[in-house]
């Protein structure tokens, strides 16, 4: 009986692994086991997991972003960067293709809710994704500088499966909110990915690096769909082209996520789950919480979102010149980019404004080493998962005097 008892506990932790990193705690797996104990040997390897920092490197941190801050970038010109993201990305894509970022097989590690909760896809993705990823986790963030897709104005939308433009698109799903799609099946042929019964949003797709890991590994997941966007056109014809794009399971468009009056391709809350991934970071601090709030109504009750970006003190931030900071902690790169790098608070703040429930909000510090050059590098990075509340209870409204009530 023993012996019975320990292999079905054996048999459910097995099972469970892909859901064991809800919690706010450090999960072992995903974010890393390579523990650097004997300091001698830190030039062993070209990444370690959960560094502890010392009060002299943060200290010495924080001078860095204190004296690259004191000169901010003129009005005018971040002006000129606010207007124009768009159109700076779209420069970055003509040039660098798909060749600058690696795909992100970490991701299903990082975030295994972006696989359907069935037992069929959960064992092959424990069979395929899994190994595939762990022979390249301790080199996946090596990067300094990521897909991140800002946030502008005036894109033309390309509809995905329809020639209709957006004022049609608006009409289109006035009528349709998310308790009607909770309480029945959605009515086919509507939008890309009406039939599907599990639906995830990758915003700020650039060329793909994502996509296509998640379209390998729901290829077993008919029943899946996937939309991403980016608001640079030239990234998702990246997308569009590339020889593993599916029409029949994804639907790539562009689209402006801080222009609230410009439509997704499908109604409110009927996603599943939604990838912020080194996307929020590229946006204006002022319309952050906007967008937040935006995409936590695409989601259905019981919805992911799924949040990874930069850290505050992460090697990126304290490489930038005088000169460069936009404002506090917010700043633009040489090729007109920007990046701003966060705190867990700042995450926890945002995220639960906008009515989600925070499951996981931690700090990844990690150092990476150039083995050639014996340089030692900090990264940081906060990662978050947000729900939907399965019940969404009304909360007692302000009262508000007509006089404010539109200022």
């Not at 992460?314 to 040489?334: A, I, M, P």
């Amino acid at each position: 009986m023993n012996v019975i008892w320990r292999n079905s506990v054996s048999c459910l932790r097995i099972r469970k692994v892909p859901h064991r990193y809800q919690s706010g705690n450090h999960p072992a797996a995903p974010l890393g086991s390579r523990i650097l104990t004997d300091p001698a040997k830190v030039f062993e390897h070209n990444m370690w997991d959960h560094m502890q920092w010392s009060k002299e490197e943060e200290a010495a941190a924080r001078k860095r972003v204190e004296e690259n801050s004191a000169v901010r970038v003129l009005l005018e010109e971040q002006v000129k960067y606010e207007n124009e993201a768009s159109q700076y990305w779209d420069t970055f894509y003509k040039i660098h293709k798909n060749k600058f970022f690696k795909d992100r097989n970490w991701l299903l590690r990082e975030f295994p809710e972006i696989i359907p909760v069935d037992q069929k896809t959960e064992e092959k993705t424990q069979e395929s994704s899994w190994d595939n990823v762990k022979t390249g986790a301790a080199n996946c963030f090596s990067r300094t500088h990521c897909p991140i897709m800002p946030e502008e104005k005036n894109l033309g939308m390309k509809r995905c499966g329809s020639s209709d433009g957006p004022s049609k698109a608006r009409s289109h799903f006035s009528n349709l909110d998310s308790e009607e799609h909770s309480e029945g099946p959605l009515k086919t042929e509507l939008f890309p990915g009406s039939s599907a019964t599990f639906r995830i949003l990758e915003v700020g797709c650039g060329a793909g690096n994502s996509v296509f890991p998640i379209l390998n590994t729901l290829q077993n997941a008919p029943e899946s769909f996937l939309y991403c966007c980016d608001f640079a056109s030239g990234a998702v014809e990246l997308v569009k082209l590339h020889s593993s794009y599916r029409a029949a399971q994804c639907c790539a468009f562009v689209h402006d996520v801080c222009d609230e009056d410009s439509p997704y391709p499908f109604p409110d809350g009927i996603l599943d789950v939604i990838l912020l991934v080194f996307v929020l970071s590229s946006i204006h601090p002022d319309r952050m919480q906007g967008v937040i709030n935006r995409l936590s109504k695409l989601l259905k009750p019981g919805g992911m979102l799924l949040f990874r970006d930069y850290g505050r003190y992460d090697k990126t931030q304290l490489r930038f010149k005088r000169g460069h900071c936009l404002s506090e902690n917010f700043y633009v790169r040489g090729d007109g980019t920007r990046a701003y790098f966060f705190t867990k608070g700042e995450v926890h703040t945002m995220f639960c404004k906008a009515g989600l429930d925070e499951k996981q909000n931690l700090v990844d510090r990690r150092l990476q080493v150039n083995r050639k050059k014996q340089v030692k590098m900090h990264r940081v990075w906060v990662q978050g998962k947000f729900q939907k509340p399965l019940h969404l209870t009304q909360k007692p409204s302000k009262l508000v005097s007509p006089l404010l009530s539109h200022g």
